[in-house]
């Protein structure tokens, strides 16, 4: 049954993508993000959804009677310039054909990050993406919330299979990234019963969080607490939630969770926590020896272990897993050239939100903007903070929230242009 409900969404929505390419990016996100077909068992599971709302979005953006508006800003010049990069330390990767088939799924997820930039032409198609990516990824939380609750936190709440955030670590970053979207929706939702959900919502998706038993998750959602509380114009309600709800889910999880957290302070004790760092120093050691261009996609293999940290290999401590955090994963993967242009994406992102704010800090009009931009800011702080953990470089969610505030800086500088 939810196989066949899915492909009737699916091949429903393809017909209107055709004169609406919006539609597509909609439909893309939505499977990209939820992967719904992974829900069912049937003939759905591995059917090629994500292809083919790409291929149609892509036919449309040739053939819809609305050109297309390609623009400039230096947040686009720096993202072209990554994805030049990445295509170029992939020319000359260490392992070629792994290589070009990573590079293959990354650049399919970059292509139609551009098209998102073209297609969302307005406020309106820009919120309901940001519903869309929050229903998607929140579904997870929300399910994961009542799970803990019923299970008293005793298991890992787990991602969509067979996407970028199918783990417990990976799944607990992608919440804390669409926890502060609840919120910004919630400022901008008229109907009660609609806000009455966002704020239940964001209860689940904080004890979903907890229940994914992620450390990096854990530390991220701190500090994206803390900024939720400092960003948002009604700092009293933040406070007040923070203050009676941190104590009960703190002290409703198990005391596995709690020994599990408690490595924080002792990582050396650790052997996962170990682990990130030895997979951090082979990641730096092969950076070194390619400075430009690093190893290509997928060069964590067993005989780079060997070539750069054969101390790890004979010693029995090397784990071979990837490289555990979004920075060493592109300077291994990218070189430090790499991770400059990457750096400059998070300066970019960073300055663009900041440039909202300060736009419509004094307008009523425009005070959309200026709360999503700020929620934004508190999602890339958790992002920066669990992505030091957690090897999610390539994942959309980071490349669409600078696509979303590159969209709503070019609005509000239409609108200033208009009314001069």
Same mark, same amino acid.
């Given at each position: 049954?939810?196989?066949?409900?899915?492909?009737?969404?699916?091949?429903?929505?393809?017909?209107?993508?055709?004169?609406?390419?919006?539609?597509?990016?909609?439909?893309?996100?939505?499977?990209?993000?939820?992967?719904?077909?992974?829900?069912?068992?049937?003939?759905?599971?591995?059917?090629?959804?994500?292809?083919?709302?790409?291929?149609?979005?892509?036919?449309?953006?040739?053939?819809?009677?609305?050109?297309?508006?390609?623009?400039?800003?230096?947040?686009?010049?720096?993202?072209?310039?990554?994805?030049?990069?990445?295509?170029?330390?992939?020319?000359?990767?260490?392992?070629?054909?792994?290589?070009?088939?990573?590079?293959?799924?990354?650049?399919?997820?970059?292509?139609?990050?551009?098209?998102?930039?073209?297609?969302?032409?307005?406020?309106?198609?820009?919120?309901?993406?940001?519903?869309?990516?929050?229903?998607?990824?929140?579904?997870?939380?929300?399910?994961?919330?009542?799970?803990?609750?019923?299970?008293?936190?005793?298991?890992?709440?787990?991602?969509?299979?067979?996407?970028?955030?199918?783990?417990?670590?990976?799944?607990?970053?992608?919440?804390?990234?669409?926890?502060?979207?609840?919120?910004?929706?919630?400022?901008?939702?008229?109907?009660?019963?609609?806000?009455?959900?966002?704020?239940?919502?964001?209860?689940?998706?904080?004890?979903?969080?907890?229940?994914?038993?992620?450390?990096?998750?854990?530390?991220?959602?701190?500090?994206?607490?803390?900024?939720?509380?400092?960003?948002?114009?009604?700092?009293?309600?933040?406070?007040?939630?923070?203050?009676?709800?941190?104590?009960?889910?703190?002290?409703?999880?198990?005391?596995?969770?709690?020994?599990?957290?408690?490595?924080?302070?002792?990582?050396?004790?650790?052997?996962?926590?170990?682990?990130?760092?030895?997979?951090?120093?082979?990641?730096?050691?092969?950076?070194?020896?390619?400075?430009?261009?690093?190893?290509?996609?997928?060069?964590?293999?067993?005989?780079?272990?060997?070539?750069?940290?054969?101390?790890?290999?004979?010693?029995?401590?090397?784990?071979?897993?990837?490289?555990?955090?979004?920075?060493?994963?592109?300077?291994?993967?990218?070189?430090?050239? /790499?991770? %400059?242009?990457? @750096?400059?994406? !998070?300066?970019?992102?960073?300055?663009?939100?900041?440039?909202? *704010?300060? $736009?419509? +800090?004094?307008?009523?009009?425009?005070?959309?903007?200026?709360?999503?931009?700020?929620?934004?800011?508190?999602?890339?702080?958790?992002?920066?903070?669990? /992505?030091? %953990?957690?090897? @999610?470089?390539? !994942?959309?969610?980071?490349?669409?929230?600078?696509?979303?505030? *590159?969209? $709503?800086? +070019?609005?509000?500088?239409?609108?200033?242009?208009?009314?001069?």
């Amino acid at each position: 049954m939810r196989d066949l409900l899915v492909f009737l969404i699916v091949f429903g929505i393809v017909p209107y993508i055709f004169k609406r390419p919006h539609f597509g990016v909609y439909l893309w996100s939505w499977i990209g993000y939820m992967n719904p077909h992974k829900l069912g068992w049937g003939f759905a599971f591995n059917f090629p959804f994500a292809l083919v709302a790409g291929l149609v979005t892509l036919v449309s953006c040739l053939i819809s009677s609305k050109k297309l508006k390609f623009f400039w800003s230096p947040a686009i010049g720096w993202l072209i310039a990554f994805n030049i990069w990445m295509l170029i330390s992939t020319i000359v990767a260490m392992y070629p054909e792994d290589a070009w088939s990573q590079w293959e799924k990354i650049f399919k997820i970059q292509l139609m990050t551009f098209v998102t930039l073209w297609a969302l032409t307005d406020r309106e198609k820009i919120h309901i993406f940001v519903w869309i990516i929050f229903i998607s990824i929140g579904f997870f939380g929300f399910k994961g919330g009542i799970f803990t609750l019923f299970t008293g936190g005793g298991y890992h709440v787990l991602g969509p299979r067979g996407g970028f955030i199918a783990g417990n670590t990976e799944i607990g970053l992608a919440l804390v990234m669409v926890m502060p979207l609840a919120w910004y929706l919630y400022l901008h939702s008229h109907n009660i019963w609609v806000r009455y959900g966002l704020l239940l919502s964001m209860a689940l998706i904080s004890i979903g969080i907890l229940g994914t038993q992620s450390r990096g998750a854990f530390l991220a959602i701190i500090a994206v607490s803390f900024f939720l509380w400092l960003k948002s114009s009604r700092k009293g309600i933040i406070f007040l939630a923070l203050i009676l709800l941190s104590p009960f889910f703190y002290m409703f999880m198990p005391q596995s969770w709690h020994d599990r957290m408690a490595t924080i302070g002792t990582y050396k004790e650790d052997e996962s926590a170990m682990a990130r760092l030895k997979s951090w120093e082979f990641g730096y050691k092969m950076a070194l020896d390619r400075p430009l261009t690093g190893g290509g996609f997928e060069s964590h293999t067993v005989e780079n272990y060997i070539r750069y940290v054969p101390h790890q290999v004979e010693s029995g401590e090397a784990t071979f897993h990837d490289y555990h955090s979004i920075y060493f994963e592109v300077l291994a993967e990218h070189g430090f050239v /790499g991770l %400059f242009i990457f @750096l400059m994406l !998070f300066l970019q992102y960073w300055r663009t939100a900041n440039k909202i *704010i300060k $736009v419509t +800090k004094n307008s009523k009009q425009n005070k959309w903007a200026l709360d999503l931009a700020a929620m934004l800011q508190v999602s890339f702080v958790g992002y920066v903070v669990g /992505g030091a %953990f957690l090897g @999610l470089a390539y !994942f959309d969610l980071f490349y669409h929230y600078l696509v979303i505030l *590159i969209l $709503v800086l +070019k609005l509000l500088e239409e609108s200033t242009e208009k009314q001069e």
